[in-house]
């Protein structure tokens, strides 16, 4: 039996978690432990081109029954091997250490101080000459040894994360630090072996499984199989252009590529190809590919391609020109390209030349996108990975209202996390000592409240062009617009925080929402509230914000618009007084051509919507019958809410909400005063609050309540600012506008005749 257990058994390499990265821990098929009779947090060895220890744990739920070895990046590098290579597992122990000795394994990072913080976190964890670790603390937990079960369960991030050689270790093979082991760390930074580097993986990346996959079976496979595309009598694919928002970590996903792929990684950046003299740019890049070739296999990334591949036809230099052709021509090559794989990342794929995107060229492109809710959840957890986080903060919370966030922005947010956790303790600081007191140090953590801080300064990357941030206006702060508030809540606040109703009973939810009625009743009021409540970023434009003299500009904002809504999903569009800018087409209203093609554009986007997710479109307009009818059929606006003028109960509470700051007297009866504002709207009553103080201040400076004396007074002095005639005219406006979309109804302010010359459609 004792043969059997220590007998090696193969098994295939798969990702772990990235919670589980840098902890040591190997996630092995319950049949194996029982056949080797291992136990919780016994050592194995992981025989691959190296050998390298780890804890034995049980597999994660969803592989029960696989036969697979799930391992971070970092023992994948110290094994040196990838995702889906065999590797050996066998039984191993752990020796005392006499002596370890780490250095910093990432460049230019020099570490000094005590030794006792990187022993405390070591402790009982199993470790090999040659080794990439990392320094994230664990709580210990349950019956097991508390040196072992700290590697096991979940992190307590005693140290901040720092990626270590082990230099040497005594005795040879498995060792673990234990109370008598001398440690020492070296200051600079040591490459213990040549080994496959380590400083990214698959496991810093988050939010990114699909991709990663994409590009795996395109780089990794080519370049460590080229048998099977040779016994297949195909070329292998050339290259893959990796596209999507800024931040969202193309750059960094070709490095762990290349990194977990094992090959050589050149990097092209752009700008720094361009030479001065006649053909020296050519020249520097056929070095480039040349040198890649002969340390093949290796990967070409060109970074910010767009700028070295621009559209031939809408650049004016023969330098720039003659580049693109260079490129194409290396791309293509005179002999096929063995164990060489570009990879070119952009933001802007539609200003490179068209004569690249062509299969044998760039064979795939995948877009990198904002990442989901799941996706930012495990950015999230790694960018806090070695961050001392307080006991209430909450990651899942953090990833829901990061709605739009990228992975540059969230890791900008857990840095101003992490400054606001440093601004508390300043005062505990002596400048002049120069070192910072241990037990400071030791009480440093970074709470909820720091990351509620951060959210106020960091706003999604493709929102800070448009500088807009999520509205404050909550449900509360509206008042006497019940219904248009259900249909809102219903159709937008529904669908983007509960999308997987909609799937389940296979409807779609609404793309856009009219809101119209007599002015100042609340429809901007009530887009802010929705997209607040919804948790959405929220885009509001005017007419005259897209509106251009330019000819094709006004169409380019529109499509810039939508384009920017689709990057932060979830998001709602508001555009206010609508129809300005789709008014009907052949009425001969203003410059008919720019209102003709704007409406165009934005029909086609209403209907492109269609493939996007959670953006939603709501439009204001106090002059409905003037906004183009196709915009008012279902797929563009399916919702036509009439907002209107508040009855007595609605009246008294926007009178509630506008004087919740006021100091009133005892007299003052907000309910008698709705009474006798008739026909007034929100505005109206606004208006009649501040005027109702001005009184009062005229009166006396010295008042310091307002009573129902001053309330009259200002009720004499304003007015409504909808007639009858107008309330009526918009009721029958609100009842026929679905069923008569193209009929054009006058209204009070709209003279019959006044549009005669205007002709129908439908």
């Known amino acids: 039996m004792a043969d059997d257990e220590s007998e090696p058994r193969k098994l295939q390499v798969a990702n772990a978690r990235p919670e589980d990265s840098g902890r040591g821990l190997a996630h092995l098929p319950r049949s194996m432990m029982a056949a080797m009779a291992l136990s919780e947090g016994d050592v194995i060895e992981i025989v691959g081109k190296r050998a390298t220890p780890a804890f034995a744990v049980y597999p994660y739920p969803e592989d029960e029954g696989l036969e697979i070895l799930r391992i971070d990046g970092l023992q994948r590098a110290n094994a040196g091997v990838g995702s889906g290579e065999f590797v050996e597992v066998r039984k191993a122990e752990a020796k005392p250490a006499t002596r370890v000795v780490f ?264 877009v990198v996108g904002v990442p989901d809710e799941r996706g930012r959840r495990e950015i999230l957890g790694i960018h806090t990975r070695g961050m001392p986080l307080a006991d209430n903060v909450d990651i899942g919370e953090l990833a829901r209202t990061t709605y739009g966030f990228v992975g540059a922005d969230i890791a900008a947010l857990t840095r101003e996390a992490a400054i606001e956790a440093v601004r508390r303790i300043m005062p505990k600081l002596n400048l002049s000592e120069g070192t910072i007191p241990p037990e400071v140090l030791d009480s440093l953590s970074v709470d909820r409240n720091d990351f509620l801080e951060a959210l106020k300064r960091i706003q999604p ?191 008294e509470r926007i009178l509630t909400i506008q004087a919740a700051k006021m100091p009133l007297a005892s007299d003052v009866d907000l309910g008698a005063i709705a009474a006798r504002a008739e026909r007034f709207t929100g505005a109206d009553l606004e208006d009649v609050v501040r005027r109702a103080g001005l009184v009062a201040l005229r009166e006396s400076r010295e008042n310091t309540h307002v009573t129902m004396a001053h309330f009259e007074k200002a009720l004499e002095e304003g007015r409504a600012s909808v007639t009858p005639e107008m309330e009526q005219e918009y009721r029958q406006m609100a009842a026929k506008l679905k069923q008569e979309a193209a009929a054009i109804q006058p209204i009070g302010f709209i003279t019959p005749g006044m549009l005669e010359h205007r002709p129908r459609e439908g």
């Open 103 to 366: 250095a910093p394994a990432q460049k230019n990072l020099r570490l000094q101080g005590s030794t006792d913080a990187i022993k405390r976190t070591f402790a009982g964890r199993p470790l090999c000459q040659g080794d990439v670790v990392a320094t994230v603390g664990q709580k210990p937990v349950g019956n097991i040894p508390p040196e072992v079960a700290r590697h096991l369960r979940a992190p307590a991030y005693a140290l901040q994360e720092i990626r270590l050689n082990v230099v040497s270790a005594s005795p040879k093979g498995v060792v673990h630090i234990d109370a008598d082991t001398e440690v020492e760390l070296r200051a600079d930074y040591e490459e213990a072996r040549e080994s496959r580097r380590a400083d990214v993986t698959y496991d810093d990346i988050g939010g990114m499984a699909g991709t990663i996959d994409q590009l795996r079976e395109m780089v990794e496979l080519p370049l460590r199989y080229p048998e099977l595309f040779q016994r297949l009598g195909v070329d292998p694919p050339k290259g893959v252009l990796l596209h999507g928002p800024p931040g969202t970590g193309k750059t960094r996903l070709a490095r762990a590529v290349a990194n977990e792929s094992d090959a050589q990684f050149f990097l092209i950046n752009g700008p720094e190809i361009m030479g001065s003299a006649y053909g020296e740019s050519e020249k520097r890049l056929r070095e480039v590919f040349e040198e890649a070739t002969k340390s093949a296999p290796s990967i070409v990334f060109i970074d910010e391609i767009d700028s070295i591949a621009p559209k031939r036809d809408k650049v004016q230099g023969e330098a720039e020109k003659r580049l693109v052709a260079q490129l194409l021509t290396l791309m293509d090559g005179l002999e096929a390209r063995a164990n060489l794989v570009v990879i070119a990342a952009t933001n802007r794929p539609e200003a490179i030349d068209e004569a690249l995107r062509r299969p044998g060229r760039f064979d795939r492109e995948i």
């Open 461 to 651: 990357s493709a929102m800070r062009e448009v500088m807009v941030q999520a509205p404050q206006v909550r449900w509360g702060d509206v008042g006497g617009l019940d219904e248009a508030q259900m249909r809102l809540k219903e159709g937008v606040e529904l669908p983007l925080k509960e999308p997987e109703a909609f799937r389940r009973l296979g409807i779609r939810p609404a793309k856009g929402f009219l809101l119209f009625g007599p002015p100042g009743t609340g429809k901007t009021l009530l887009a802010k509230a929705v997209a607040r409540e919804a948790q959405a970023n929220f885009i509001a434009t005017k007419s005259s914000d897209l509106l251009s003299k330019w000819y094709g500009e006004s169409e380019q904002q529109i499509a810039k618009l939508f384009a920017r809504a689709r990057q932060v999903a979830p998001c709602v569009i508001f555009i206010d007084e609508l129809d300005s800018l789709v008014p009907a087409r052949g009425g001969g209203l203003g410059e008919p051509q720019v209102t003709e093609r704007v409406v165009n554009t934005i029909l086609a986007e209403m209907d492109g919507l269609e493939e996007l997710q959670s953006v939603v479109v709501i439009g204001a307009t106090n002059r409905p019958n003037l906004v183009d009818p196709a915009l008012l059929r279902p797929g563009r606006f399916d919702e036509l809410v009439y907002v209107g003028v508040p009855d007595a109960t609605g009246r």
